[in-house]
């Protein structure tokens, strides 16, 4: 595997369901960063992890909980959510201190709500 | 807050030249981007600029103005696979990105 996957690639859930979304980077970065991308909108930084410690929470509601377990891996749980969490969720990695540090991103999880 | 306005969408002819405004009012500066998005795809890097003037890359040039709070990303001899959604972000600290909600190119035959 090369770059940032994700798994899964679609998820359609009931609003009383708990799942987990999965980050993976294969790129040796320090920082880790959940997106949410909605329709007409622009990316929304909902959590940052630099060197596996959370740096950022956007304001993002408590039935989104990450973790980070280590500097390659990143999850997304999800609980209870609302149809209005229905999104493309991107999962994105970075090397700090480079030059440029720009942000690679994965394919992202198209996550449905019913 | 944050603030980065660009156009939402924007339609050009193959072969032709297309520029993407980007204006940005930020509480902070380390650094513009622009990526590139097709259609159910991941985001993918195209530029960076942290000094003002203008970066060239093959048929991809941005150019940067930090006291206009301005950007544009020019896009040459334009191809079909052009047709994508173009992002403007802006770095405020050591990593945080704050994106535009993103233009549509249409490159039409």
């Known amino acids: 595997e090369t770059g940032v996957t994700q798994t899964p690639r679609h998820l359609v859930m009931g609003m009383t369901n708990k799942k987990s979304l999965k980050c993976e980077q294969h790129?040796?970065?320090?920082?880790m960063y959940w997106y949410k991308q909605s329709a007409k909108k622009p990316l929304e930084l909902m959590f940052v992890y630099n060197f596996k410690e959370q740096t950022e929470n956007n304001s993002v509601p408590s039935r989104f909980s990450p973790e980070c377990p280590n500097s390659s891996h990143l999850f997304l749980h999800l609980h209870t959510l609302q149809p209005e969490d229905s999104a493309l969720y991107l999962c994105?990695?970075?090397?700090?201190?480079?030059?440029?540090?720009?942000?690679?991103f994965g394919p992202g999880t198209r996550l449905t709500v019913t | 807050g944050q603030n980065i306005d660009q156009p939402t969408e924007m339609t050009a002819t193959e072969g032709a030249i297309v520029q993407i405004n980007c204006t940005y009012q930020t509480s902070g500066f380390n650094g513009l981007f622009w990526y590139q998005q097709h259609a159910g795809e991941a985001p993918t890097f195209l530029s960076y600029n942290v000094l003002d003037g203008l970066e060239e890359k093959g048929r991809f040039s941005s150019f940067l103005s930090r006291s206009k709070g301005y950007s544009y990303l020019l896009l040459k001899e334009l191809q079909m696979k052009d047709s994508a959604s173009y992002l403007c972000?802006?770095?405020?600290?050591?990593?945080?990105?704050?994106f535009g909600a993103g233009t549509t190119v249409t490159v039409r035959a």
């Open positions: 972000a802006v770095r405020d600290g050591d990593y945080k990105l704050s």
């Open positions: 994105a990695s970075s090397q700090v201190e480079a030059d440029a540090s720009e942000q690679y």
């Open positions: 790129l040796g970065h320090n920082a």
